[in-house]
């Protein structure tokens, strides 16, 4: 699934981009906003992965959002002027559609943003080996072995992985990154971590300890920590508490 928004100053054209995400299964829509003001708001409290952007809007356009601010995301320009059109690839943009927008030409720039956000992106596990997966950071694909990942961090559009050596930054999701993990060997303990069950040293009540850092354990998943502590306790190598 793919997060969106539309930035676009004219209502009914927001309302047929709206109608077009609803019939595109892999898109998502999680705001609006009718200048990049209010698009940079959303930006820094959802994760988005394509945003639909006018041009010509007033305050700022289009072209000075890209130019201004570090928009990751991919971006598909939907404007009235062709003469734009160059600027906009000169932007990397992923596509470039005139008004009005067929709902064809429509779900082809969405698909080119589909493979380009899952086939340059996120994370890829090679079947064939199962102990470690491949991101893409700065532009280079990393190998990562699960054995070294002692915890994962999500940063909103980002994932920051730490291992035992150094820190990966990934424009990534939490879940997106979950789903390439082995169960066996990661557990969520909160919405924005993920860790390693063979580097945690202490387990808390509200807290668990990985090669010194002190991670948060959410209400939502502390059902979850004590279905693996129980496990843990049926181990022959644990030692209960003598009572006296």
Do not use: W
Not at 11 to 33: D, M, N, S
Not at 87 to 96: A, M, R, S
């Amino acid at each position: 699934m793919m997060n969106c928004i539309i930035v676009e100053d004219e209502p009914l054209v927001r309302k047929q981009i709206e109608g077009y995400i609803e019939r595109i299964p892999f898109l998502h829509l999680v705001g609006t906003a009718r200048n990049p003001i209010i698009a940079k708001a959303i930006l820094q409290t959802e994760v988005v992965d394509l945003i639909f952007l006018d041009i010509k809007m007033p305050q700022m356009s289009g072209i000075e959002f890209l130019q201004r601010h570090d928009v990751f995301q991919q971006v598909i320009f939907i404007t009235a002027y062709p003469e734009y059109a160059l600027k906009g690839f000169e932007l990397n943009v992923t596509d470039y559609l005139m008004k009005p927008v067929t709902f064809e030409r429509f779900t082809k720039a969405c698909e080119k943003a589909k493979v380009k956000i899952y086939g340059s992106l996120t994370v890829k596990n090679n079947r064939e080996h199962p102990d470690y997966l491949y991101v893409k950071c700065d532009n280079c694909l990393e190998k990562i072995a699960f054995v070294d990942i002692l915890f994962i961090e999500s940063m909103l559009n980002y994932v920051q992985i730490v291992t035992t050596e150094r820190k990966y930054t990934v424009y990534s999701s939490l879940k997106a990154i979950k789903g390439h993990l082995p169960q066996s060997l990661f557990l969520k303990i909160h919405k924005s971590y993920i860790v390693a069950l063979h580097h945690i040293s202490t387990f808390g009540q509200s807290q668990v300890q990985v090669a010194g850092h002190k991670l948060p354990i959410s209400r939502r998943n502390l059902q979850t920590i004590k279905q693996y502590l129980t496990t843990i306790q049926q181990n022959p190598l644990y030692i209960s508490p003598q009572t006296k």
